[in-house]
């Protein structure tokens, strides 16, 4: 699918500003939900598919992740979760593609993404925590076996090319024992899958400031520093209003210029 043909086209990256990913993507009410007092300068918000999306108008999400010499486009999805920290965006993570696939179109779209990341310049990687073992372009049946409840298989890492600690995961979730939530396309789950059904899959994609790495030790510093400023606490949240009204803030000796 194009990005012209999107329900909703987002454009965001990790270390871009919560006010300018606000304002470039029109979220106009959600900007006024995080000026409410219960909205700390710690949190998340999601953007979902209208559940009708696949039967009337236009479908999906896409995501453009839009930091200069590291864009990415991802097919479209039906929910995306993007993660705050102080005044910056730390986090971004989405379900795709709309419909669960079966095992040949799931393989066929995963050879496709993983095409897709390699040639975005994004570099093949690992996680800070993880095992290190290479960006895998297939999945077999073996990796479902034998699990018992919600069952996955990992794909890989990816890096930023300008930053090796945001890293880019990709997972593959198998829906029918996938837990109900915020992220199962609620389409599908209206109709019970014929027991006879073959198996269906989704892909997770998360793309996020490693904890401990260079960027998001910057925004935890960032947001502590001011924390400490206001209340003399930094382990006590501001509301995020604070962020929104003065996102250049930094403490009296540093500059002013963004961390992105």
């Not at 930023?160 to 880019?168: F, G, M, T």
């Not at 996938?178 to 269906?200: K, N, Q, Y």
């Amino acid at each position: 699918m194009s990005a012209e043909d999107a329900t909703f086209l987002v454009r965001s990256h990790v270390g871009q500003r919560v006010v300018d990913y606000l304002r470039v993507n029109g979220l106009s009410e959600e900007e006024r939900r995080l000026r409410g007092p219960e909205e700390t300068d710690q949190g998340s918000n999601y953007i979902v598919t209208p559940a009708e999306a696949t039967t009337v108008g236009p479908n999906g999400i896409v995501l453009l992740y839009d930091k200069a010499g590291c864009e990415l486009t991802l097919p479209a999805g039906r929910q995306f979760r993007f993660g705050r920290s102080g005044g910056f965006m730390e986090e971004i993570e989405g379900i795709l593609p709309l419909e669960p696939l079966i095992w040949q179109r799931m393989q066929a779209q995963l050879g496709e993404l993983v095409a897709s990341l390699d040639s975005s310049g994004w570099r093949r990687s690992t996680g800070r925590y993880t095992p290190n073992q290479p960006v895998r372009t297939s999945i077999s049946p073996e990796d479902f076996a034998n699990k018992s409840g919600p069952k996955w298989a990992a794909v890989g890492f990816w890096e930023a090319c300008d930053d090796p600690s945001v890293k880019l995961y990709l997972e593959v979730r198998h829906y029918e024992s996938s837990a109900s939530g915020s992220f199962t396309p609620p389409t599908a789950l209206a109709v019970p899958a014929d027991p006879m059904a073959e198996d269906r899959f989704l892909f997770l994609v998360r793309i996020q400031a490693e904890y401990g790495g260079r960027s998001s030790d910057e925004f935890i510093q960032l947001r502590d520093e001011r924390r400490r400023s206001v209340t003399g606490d930094p382990g006590r949240p501001l509301p995020a209003s604070v962020w929104l009204d003065d996102p250049d803030w930094r403490p009296p000796n540093e500059s002013r210029s963004p961390p992105d």
